[in-house]
């Protein structure tokens, strides 16, 4: 195993203790056609629901992977994004983009939620324990959902992807929970926004 540089140590270390709070909780609302992706269906149309939501090794419950190769399974069973990155979003194309619009299970607040590193626990609400793994690489199911064209090379180049999250604790989650960084990996690479950047813009195909 590749030891962690000093400058990587340091800079996970920093993040323990961090707080922010859950701004919705979102699930599928109905899956949609997508002839032109690889399973012809998509889960991304997700919008926030009142109340606890239960938590599991999959994903949230009422939630939909329809592709759990690119966008599921325990490694990728939760995606949280930050209010602060889609307000900036939210400029950048003119548009609103509330909770659920980047296919989102969380909408978060007051936390650097890219800067987290693979490994990384949070803990949300009372008892759920979510663990850092990858950032989100969009596909062209992304970019159709927008409807902006070359929507790929543009989300990573922006370097605010989001990050995955696979389940250490089952619980429940639900708008106005706290969420906390309790801690931090042993030997931390690169963030989930360095990941991201270095996967790079280039690696999308022209039209994506």
């Not at 400058?7 to 002839?35: K, N, P």
């Not at 900036?88 to 989102?104: C, N, Q, T």
């Not at 064209?149 to 604790?169: D, E, H, N, Q, S």
Request: aromatic share 6%; with cysteine; hydrophobic share 40%.
């Amino acid at each position: 195993m590749t030891e962690a540089s000093p400058t990587c140590l340091a800079g996970a270390a920093e993040r323990l203790g961090l707080t922010g709070t859950v701004d919705a909780v979102c699930v599928v609302h109905q899956l949609i056609d997508d002839h032109a992706g690889s399973v012809g269906v998509s889960g991304i149309d997700k919008r926030p629901v009142s109340g606890p939501v239960r938590v599991r090794p999959l994903g949230l419950h009422g939630d939909v992977q329809a592709d759990r190769k690119h966008h599921g399974g325990t490694e990728k069973a939760v995606y949280a994004y930050a209010a602060e990155d889609a307000q900036w979003w939210a400029a950048e194309l003119g548009r609103e983009l509330p909770a659920g619009s980047f296919g989102e299970n969380l909408r978060l607040s007051g936390i650097d939620l890219d800067g987290a590193h693979p490994g990384e626990r949070w803990q949300i609400g009372d008892q759920l324990v979510l663990e850092a793994t990858v950032p989100r690489i969009p596909c062209a199911t992304f970019g159709r959902w927008l409807d902006q064209p070359g929507w790929v090379k543009r989300f990573l180049a922006a370097g605010r992807p989001g990050t995955y999250f696979k389940v250490i604790t089952p619980g429940e989650v639900q708008a106005g929970d706290r969420a906390a960084v309790i801690a931090v990996a042993e030997a931390p690479g690169t963030s989930i926004r360095e990941t991201a950047w270095r996967y790079g813009p280039e690696r999308a195909r022209p039209n994506d």
